[in-house]
């Protein structure tokens, strides 16, 4: 579709013609019912569905946690055996930093992303649906682990030769490798959308330099883990094919290299943790602006600071290996690129205190939680910048300073932006406000158990507490330390159970909010609370950076009215395909229906993976043969898919 024919599609106002939202309304909603929740492809409920199952992940992986301090509260403790711990260690890790950390930032972006950028879905609904298919599946299917009795035991690192078949025998860490292989097709195919999506299915007029900050994380880290997850999903394959097929790619008796396993973990795991820290830092650019009522000061310089970090990051993975015996010369060059990192994180911060020194701060309860997320980045910051010295690493490198720093910088910089962005986007998704003084309450036992819990191990590590221990002995000065951790840690706990009942209260009985409760400046505030299926009547055309504060400016003065006029795109599920760069209207986008293919996919992966476990080759060979078939009906054209370009549409303006 031409610009020509851009502006010659039906134009009409949105408040205007309840005849044609009805008509949307029909054309968007899913049907009512057990069909219709397993068949929807509507990111918002998407979105919804990712938060919900992250948070419960993170409940598991508290109560892991808080097992582990128990057991750490005083020294000589009982209360898990050695084996116990190791799994409720390893079970933390992995579901704090897989099934926690990225999904619940993938929640919001899939929630909010076609919102913010003007648009009526994801570039393909139904990848969309089975990336969420997947993590779930993933993530059962690692905890399944535990009713078979055997739990990964080896750390969510899960080195070799630990995770090795000669000394882990057991079905433990098969889960763990082929759960880790299902996650990572997940990653995958929703890293690929949020791309896609970004630079095809956004609102005429949105240019690149007018995107919001949390849309330049978002792309940020999914084109970080196209790059990255593949390595990850390599190593753990070959973990499973020399734990059971007979390789030996970590062997060094049969040719192979255990440290070959940490490059492609950290190759990995280095972006992950940028991965799961650039979204985050998206929201608090976004939402720490509307309560300080200005613009975020220096949005160019943080929106290139964003990948830059990205950039950096894929050269700083040898920052994890520094005490395994590689060469003095390369270390050097790796703990140049931990230093240079810090620079493009700074630039942030900066940005950040100076739209807060030259706004008008609101103090609710979302900036509260933005505001102390500065803090907490600093924190974490720094004493990631110490462990870029190489000497100061090698004493470092084993101890509770490097668990430390690790919760401020995958804890702090996540949770605290990801409940301070619900509490400023719960008006939008629910139609109501969450409660302002069961707010105060939950921020600050967070906020004081989180420094409680996590600051005092700084201390235990630089008296040289080691870290993976499941118990210590009496006299080395750690016990005072562990038992206030301890508390900090219960404490931190109780504000998280806040926040659920907060939530849970405010579904039911919080305040009605209306479209805009917070005066905010971008798209997604524009419509009504909580959103209708299509999103938009109108396609929005886009002039600004922040489309609803300029609208105050306007002749008009109303939020609306960067939704009055535009094209209606009424004739079928569609939305406007637009250029790379500038945003000029491009292309009718016409969207699939609901459909059942994205779960029979997700449940055909995640057996071949069960195949695997259990060396069963007729299920491997069911599971390939369904999961090609499913990808025929999937990609079958149809008339619907055949008539993109065809599409004309009668023109009339209102």
Request: charged residues 10%.
């Amino acid at each position: 579709m031409t610009d020509t024919d851009f502006y010659r599609t039906p134009i009409i106002s949105q408040a205007s013609d309840p005849e044609n939202a009805a008509r949307l309304q029909r054309l968007w909603e899913t049907p009512p019912g057990l069909r219709g929740q397993l068949t929807t492809v509507d990111h918002k409920t998407i979105g919804i569905r990712y938060l919900v199952t992250a948070f419960a992940f993170l409940l598991l992986g508290g109560l892991e946690a808080l097992m582990m301090r128990l057991q750490l509260a005083h020294a000589n403790q009982h209360v898990l055996t050695p084996e116990q711990y190791n799994q409720m260690f390893t079970m933390h890790g992995i579901t704090m930093i897989f099934l926690y950390a990225l999904p619940v930032l993938s929640g919001f972006s899939n929630y909010l992303w076609p919102l913010l950028l003007g648009s009526r879905d994801m570039a393909f609904p139904r990848l969309n649906a089975l990336s969420y298919w997947v993590f779930l599946f993933s993530g059962l299917f690692i905890y399944a682990s535990f009713l078979a009795g055997d739990g990964p035991n080896s750390g969510w690192f899960n080195y070799v030769p630990y995770s090795s078949l000669s000394y882990n025998p057991g079905q433990g860490i098969d889960f763990y490798a082929l759960g880790m292989i299902l996650l990572g097709i997940s990653t995958t195919v929703g890293s690929i959308n949020f791309v896609v999506t970004l630079f095809r299915s956004r609102a005429p007029g949105m240019s690149l330099n007018r995107l919001p900050i949390l849309v330049w994380g978002t792309l940020t880290a999914s084109v970080g883990n196209l790059l990255a997850v593949p390595a990850v999903s390599l190593a753990f394959l070959m973990l499973w094919m020399d734990r059971r097929v007979g390789t030996h790619f970590f062997d060094d008796g049969g040719g192979g290299n255990p440290l070959l396993w940490q490059h492609l973990f950290w190759m990995f795991g280095h972006p992950w943790v940028y991965a799961i820290v650039l979204p985050a830092m998206g929201i608090i650019s976004d939402g720490l602006p509307t309560f300080c009522r200005r613009p975020l000061v220096g949005y160019t310089p943080v929106a290139l600071s964003t990948v830059a970090t990205m950039f950096i990051g894929f050269g700083v993975w040898v920052h994890h290996m520094f005490a395994t015996g590689l060469p003095p010369m390369s270390l050097s060059f790796f703990s140049a690129a931990s230093f240079v990192i810090v620079i493009p994180s700074a630039v942030a911060v900066f940005a950040w205190i100076a739209t807060i020194w030259m706004g008008r701060p609101v103090f609710k309860v979302p900036f509260l939680f933005f505001a102390s997320f500065v803090l907490l980045f600093v924190i974490g910051g720094v004493s990631g910048f110490m462990t870029a010295a190489v000497p100061l690493d090698w004493q470092l490198t084993d101890t509770y300073f490097v668990v430390a720093h690790l919760h401020y910088v995958l804890l702090g910089i996540n949770v605290f932006p990801v409940i301070g962005g619900i509490y400023f986007w719960f008006p939008k998704i629910t139609g109501r406000l969450m409660d302002e003084r069961l707010g105060r309450w939950n921020f600050w036992t967070m906020f004081i158990g989180f420094n409680l819990a996590f600051f005092p191990m700084h201390i235990s590590g630089l008296l040289g507490m080691p870290r993976r221990i499941y118990t210590y002995s009496n006299g080395y000065g750690w016990d005072t330390l562990n038992f206030v951790t301890t508390i900090g840690a219960f404490l931190f706990a109780i504000g998280v159970l806040l926040f659920v009942a907060n939530v849970a209260l405010s579904l039911r009985r919080g305040e009605k909010s209306g479209p805009n409760p917070w005066d905010a400046s971008t798209l997604e505030w524009a419509v009504a609370s909580p959103p209708p299926p299509y999103n938009f009547a109108v396609i929005p055309t886009v002039a600004s950076r922040h489309p609803l504060w300029e609208s105050h400016l306007s002749e008009e003065g109303s939020d609306s009215s960067v939704l009055d006029r535009g094209p209606l795109l009424a004739q079928g599920r569609e939305t406007m395909g637009v250029t790379v760069l500038d945003g000029e209207p491009d292309v009718i986008l016409k969207m699939p229906p609901d459909s059942f293919a994205p779960l029979v996919m997700a449940v055909l992966l995640t057996a071949l993976c069960y195949s695997a476990l259990i060396h069963s080759g007729w299920l491997c060979a069911l599971s390939t043969v369904g999961i090609l078939g499913c990808l025929l009906i999937w990609l079958w054209p149809t008339a619907l898919v055949q008539s993109v370009k065809c599409q004309t549409m009668d023109v009339h303006y209102d």
